[in-house]
């Protein structure tokens, strides 16, 4: 969805344990999904993306669900590490054409605690 | 592979000055988006490049531009800058028009005075 407010929601979790951070977007057109993540300082750091034809995709200790019904995403996080505390962003490119152009949520603070 | 290389890192300006960001893609990619990031709107796309030409536009005035090269290098330029300029302005590359992922550089941070 688009970017509203001046809070970002925060996600604290211990060391070792799954984050899930979820995101809700506008455009039941849009066909391409994405998670960043951006640690201070940084610019977004590509994590994960899917297409609609897909309800999930994994990688390297990263999953992202994609429902479409409710236009509902999610990552999670497995075995959560001090590395990954930085703010997680998710976005949804626009409609289904050749267009770069990306809709970025809020964001979510992930902190991970020793 | 180098990544997205943005220059300068920090500006600081004055009310009614201009500016010009720089951005240099990942090599072989040929497209190059802009994006401003505030604490009060996020990310927020600016417009895109591909070929020289300008693909799409964000909803921003007229007072932000852009342009890019024939080796795929970006710039933007910010007229008569307002304090509401303040952001951090990022680039993006990617290897074609609308292509994903996109990947980002470090961003410049301007400072409107």
Same mark, same amino acid.
């Given at each position: 969805?688009?970017?509203?407010?001046?809070?970002?929601?925060?996600?604290?979790?211990?060391e070792?344990?799954?984050?899930? %951070?979820?995101?809700?977007?506008?455009?039941?057109?849009?066909? +391409?999904?994405?998670?960043? *993540?951006?640690? @201070? &300082?940084?610019?977004?750091?590509?994590?994960i993306?899917?297409?609609?034809?897909?309800?999930?995709?994994?990688?390297?200790?990263?999953?992202?669900?994609?429902?479409?019904?409710?236009?509902?995403?999610?990552?999670? %996080?497995?075995?959560?590490?001090?590395?990954?505390?930085?703010? +997680?962003f998710?976005?949804? *490119?626009?409609? @289904? &054409?050749?267009?770069?152009k990306?809709?970025?949520?809020?964001?979510?603070?992930?902190?991970?605690?020793p | 592979?180098?990544?997205?290389?943005?220059?300068?890192?920090?500006?600081?300006?004055?009310?009614?000055?201009?500016?010009?960001?720089?951005?240099?893609?990942?090599?072989?990619?040929?497209?190059?988006?802009?994006?401003?990031?505030?604490?009060?709107?996020?990310?927020?796309?600016?417009?895109?490049?591909?070929?020289?030409?300008?693909?799409?536009?964000?909803?921003?005035?007229?007072?932000?531009?852009?342009?890019?090269?024939?080796?795929?290098?970006?710039?933007?330029?910010?007229?008569?800058?307002?304090?509401?300029?303040?952001?951090?302005?990022?680039?993006?590359?990617?290897?074609?028009?609308?292509?994903?992922?996109?990947?980002?550089?470090?961003?410049?941070?301007?400072?409107?005075?």
């Amino acid at each position: 969805g688009e970017s509203v407010g001046l809070h970002l929601p925060t996600l604290s979790v211990q060391e070792g344990d799954n984050s899930i %951070i979820n995101c809700a977007y506008s455009n039941s057109a849009s066909d +391409y999904f994405i998670w960043y *993540k951006q640690e @201070s &300082g940084k610019g977004p750091q590509f994590i994960i993306d899917i297409r609609s034809n897909m309800d999930k995709r994994q990688g390297q200790r990263v999953t992202v669900l994609l429902n479409k019904t409710v236009k509902h995403l999610s990552l999670q %996080i497995a075995a959560t590490q001090p590395g990954d505390s930085a703010v +997680y962003f998710c976005a949804e *490119k626009e409609g @289904s &054409g050749n267009t770069g152009k990306l809709i970025f949520g809020q964001g979510t603070t992930l902190q991970v605690k020793p | 592979k180098a990544g997205v290389t943005q220059t300068p890192r920090y500006l600081i300006k004055t009310r009614g000055q201009q500016v010009t960001l720089s951005c240099s893609p990942i090599s072989g990619h040929r497209s190059v988006s802009w994006y401003q990031q505030t604490p009060g709107q996020g990310l927020q796309f600016l417009f895109e490049y591909f070929s020289e030409t300008q693909r799409n536009k964000g909803n921003f005035p007229g007072r932000f531009s852009g342009r890019q090269f024939s080796n795929s290098r970006s710039e933007m330029n910010v007229s008569t800058l307002e304090l509401g300029d303040s952001a951090l302005y990022l680039c993006a590359s990617s290897l074609r028009q609308g292509g994903q992922p996109q990947h980002f550089g470090d961003g410049t941070r301007l400072s409107i005075l």
